[in-house]
């Protein structure tokens, strides 16, 4: 059977563990059929076979984002980038251009602020209100757990006092029961959001469009999306109707405390749901929030006496809620930084009866965690989806950054064991979280091997001994992140009866140095046999 589609490179990386060199793939019917030399793929050419020559470049299989928000970056992403800000006066001023740019009376939105930037200072409204010309705003602080809300904001949202939350702080007061604008975890955010305009639907579907191509271009043939926002089915289904949607997307709905068998059971009847590129095949959790804002679960306090407790009120109910969906063959996804958070949802899938089927389970972040929390991953078969530049761009060596200030020394050392957990035998997937931290893989995968930020090289490394290899880092992106998501007998791996979904590489990912890696180019992208795009072909 002759090939529909025959893709060339100069270094071909199967990554299924196989010796002999390769040099071209044949594909029919989005299905990967041979393997082997540019001499042999002359006789799998007939005349209607497209070739791509990728000449020099490598192939590797897809790159998958094991952990992204695109739908969310929606209303994340909106108004000035705050990322680069390393101060407070640089942040007043480019919360003033941003508001003068605005009309009066109009929302102010900013987004990726660093909590480092206000050191021992607590966040407060006064430190913006002055500066935005009596204009609401809302600052969206990096890790998506918490903002800083204006008094206009405030006002707007009519919150004048502490609100009770089921989950979390929430609106943070002063002594005096007055707002100081700090909002944490998602009831004291949506106190605010819920009054902010909404942005139409054909605008939210052409940025989503952007966004997607934007993935795709760095590289991307999937990603596993952890939410299912408001209209997120409405926007896919949309999308891919158009031939809009260019790359794969696992999505997985949240399953928040308080939710009701019949909630469980809504959630479940979402599995059905699929389109060509995307399919809802998991559950989100939280077991906890953030280090960086006090909701994280530790096994004793912080320094500021927070992240002493669950998300889930009675994580007994977590544990339910995951045996539910494990007893009917749903993989789980559970958001867990703390120690004590990351033991709570290992103990909660050991404990899942052992008639359930058998799929694999996973933890998300995994910040801070012992040497014995290590050694159960393997042991439990719970797969570890860890994001390598929460610890370039968050975490400085010196521990003097807001995240390990937080901690202390001792567990600021147990930052991201990436390392260790591939050492004893977990699987790894790797991925970004964005838009919580940039999202091109390149630099990803460079930081990984570097365990500092790759384009500044002067920066210490933040915990060395955690250093992934080429290998490694790359696997976290394929071949784990297929086994984590349950699909490593149809993805994964440049193998005959898998999927054609490729990536091109300009310069090869196990033999480049970091920082040049993460300076290259992807020249294009394969997906179910379809080219995606070429860059200078």
Same mark, same amino acid.
């Given at each position: 059977?002759?090939?529909?589609?025959?893709?060339?490179?100069?270094?071909?990386?199967?990554?299924?563990?196989?010796?002999?060199?390769?040099?071209?793939?044949?594909?029919?019917?989005?299905?990967?059929?041979?393997?082997? =030399?540019?001499?042999?793929?002359?006789?799998?050419?007939?005349?209607?076979?497209?070739?791509?020559?990728?000449?020099?470049?490598?192939?590797?299989?897809?790159?998958?984002?094991?952990?992204?928000?695109?739908?969310?970056?929606?209303?994340?992403?909106?108004?000035?980038?705050?990322?680069?800000?390393?101060?407070?006066?640089?942040?007043?001023?480019?919360?003033?251009?941003?508001?003068?740019?605005?009309?009066?009376?109009?929302?102010?939105?900013?987004?990726?602020?660093?909590?480092?930037?206000?050191?021992? *200072?607590?966040?407060?409204?006064?430190?913006?209100?002055?500066?935005?010309?009596?204009?609401?705003?809302?600052?969206?602080?990096?890790?998506?757990?918490?903002?800083?809300?204006?008094?206009?904001?405030?006002?707007?949202?009519?919150?004048?006092?502490?609100?009770?939350?089921?989950?979390?702080?929430?609106?943070?007061?002063?002594?005096?029961?007055?707002?100081?604008?700090?909002?944490?975890?998602?009831?004291?955010?949506?106190?605010?959001? =819920?009054?902010?305009?909404?942005?139409?639907?054909?605008?939210?579907?052409?940025?989503?469009?952007?966004?997607?191509?934007?993935?795709?271009?760095?590289?991307?043939?999937?990603?596993?999306?952890?939410?299912?926002?408001?209209?997120?089915?409405?926007?896919?289904?949309?999308?891919?109707?158009?031939?809009?949607?260019?790359?794969?997307?696992?999505?997985?709905?949240?399953?928040?405390?308080?939710?009701?068998?019949?909630?469980?059971?809504?959630?479940?009847?979402?599995?059905?749901?699929?389109? &060509?590129?995307?399919?809802?095949?998991?559950?989100?959790?939280?077991?906890?929030?953030?280090?960086?804002?006090?909701?994280?679960?530790?096994?004793?306090?912080? *320094?500021?006496?927070?992240?002493?407790?669950?998300?889930?009120?009675?994580?007994?109910?977590?544990?339910?809620? *995951?045996?539910?969906?494990? =007893?009917?063959?749903?993989?789980?996804?559970?958001?867990?930084?703390?120690?004590?958070?990351?033991?709570?949802?290992?103990?909660?899938?050991? =404990?899942?009866?052992?008639?359930?089927?058998?799929?694999?389970?996973?933890?998300?972040?995994?910040?801070?965690?012992?040497?014995?929390?290590? &050694?159960?991953?393997?042991?439990?078969?719970?797969?570890?989806?860890?994001?390598?530049?929460?610890?370039?761009?968050?975490?400085?060596?010196?521990?003097?950054?807001?995240?390990?200030?937080?901690?202390?020394?001792?567990?600021?050392?147990?930052?991201?064991?990436?390392?260790?957990?591939?050492?004893?035998?977990?699987?790894? *997937?790797?991925?970004?979280?964005?838009?919580?931290?940039?999202?091109?893989?390149?630099?990803?995968?460079?930081?990984?091997?570097?365990?500092?930020?790759?384009? &500044?090289?002067?920066?210490?490394?933040?915990?060395?001994?955690?250093?992934?290899?080429?290998?490694?880092?790359?696997?976290?992106?394929?071949?784990?992140?297929? &086994?984590?998501?349950?699909?490593?007998?149809?993805?994964?791996?440049?193998?005959?009866?898998?999927?054609?979904?490729?990536?091109?590489?300009?310069?090869?990912?196990?033999?480049?140095?970091?920082?040049?890696?993460?300076?290259?180019?992807?020249?294009?992208?394969?997906?179910?046999?379809?080219?995606?795009?070429?860059?200078?072909?």
């Amino acid at each position: 059977m002759k090939a529909d589609l025959i893709v060339l490179a100069r270094t071909v990386h199967t990554l299924d563990g196989g010796m002999r060199p390769v040099e071209a793939v044949a594909v029919r019917d989005g299905i990967i059929t041979a393997v082997g =030399s540019q001499e042999e793929a002359g006789g799998w050419r007939s005349t209607d076979t497209e070739v791509v020559d990728f000449g020099a470049g490598t192939l590797t299989p897809g790159l998958v984002d094991g952990h992204l928000h695109p739908v969310m970056a929606l209303d994340t992403v909106r108004g000035c980038d705050l990322s680069s800000v390393q101060t407070i006066e640089q942040l007043r001023e480019a919360l003033h251009r941003e508001a003068a740019a605005q009309g009066p009376g109009e929302w102010v939105f900013a987004w990726g602020l660093d909590p480092t930037v206000f050191g021992s *200072v607590p966040l407060h409204r006064k430190m913006i209100d002055d500066v935005l010309g009596g204009r609401p705003c809302l600052v969206r602080i990096f890790d998506a757990h918490s903002a800083l809300a204006s008094s206009r904001a405030l006002t707007a949202a009519g919150i004048d006092g502490p609100r009770r939350a089921d989950t979390a702080p929430g609106i943070v007061c002063d002594d005096a029961g007055n707002p100081t604008g700090l909002l944490l975890e998602w009831d004291a955010i949506r106190a605010v959001t =819920s009054v902010i305009p909404e942005v139409d639907f054909e605008t939210r579907r052409t940025r989503l469009k952007e966004f997607l191509w934007a993935l795709s271009r760095a590289g991307l043939t999937a990603g596993h999306v952890m939410d299912l926002n408001k209209d997120s089915l409405e926007l896919l289904a949309e999308l891919e109707r158009d031939d809009e949607l260019p790359l794969r997307l696992y999505c997985a709905p949240w399953c928040m405390p308080g939710s009701a068998e019949a909630d469980l059971g809504a959630i479940a009847d979402l599995m059905q749901l699929s389109g &060509r590129r995307w399919s809802v095949n998991a559950v989100k959790f939280f077991i906890d929030g953030t280090i960086d804002n006090g909701t994280a679960w530790l096994s004793y306090p912080d *320094v500021n006496g927070e992240s002493a407790a669950p998300f889930w009120p009675a994580p007994a109910d977590y544990t339910k809620a *995951v045996h539910y969906f494990a =007893s009917r063959g749903i993989r789980t996804a559970t958001h867990a930084i703390g120690d004590a958070g990351i033991t709570h949802a290992l103990d909660t899938i050991a =404990s899942i009866p052992p008639w359930a089927p058998a799929v694999i389970h996973r933890i998300e972040h995994i910040e801070t965690a012992s040497d014995e929390v290590i &050694r159960r991953f393997a042991a439990a078969g719970v797969a570890a989806s860890m994001q390598p530049t929460h610890c370039t761009h968050y975490t400085r060596a010196d521990h003097s950054d807001n995240w390990s200030t937080r901690l202390g020394d001792g567990r600021a050392d147990q930052a991201w064991r990436c390392l260790d957990l591939r050492e004893v035998g977990a699987t790894l *997937v790797l991925g970004s979280d964005w838009p919580i931290a940039p999202f091109e893989p390149l630099p990803i995968l460079a930081d990984a091997q570097l365990r500092r930020r790759h384009d &500044r090289p002067l920066d210490a490394a933040v915990g060395p001994a955690q250093a992934l290899t080429p290998l490694q880092a790359l696997e976290g992106y394929t071949t784990h992140a297929a &086994r984590a998501a349950g699909l490593a007998e149809v993805a994964g791996s440049i193998t005959v009866g898998k999927r054609a979904d490729f990536t091109a590489f300009e310069c090869d990912p196990l033999a480049t140095p970091p920082e040049a890696l993460a300076a290259s180019r992807i020249l294009g992208t394969v997906v179910g046999g379809v080219v995606q795009f070429t860059d200078g072909l």
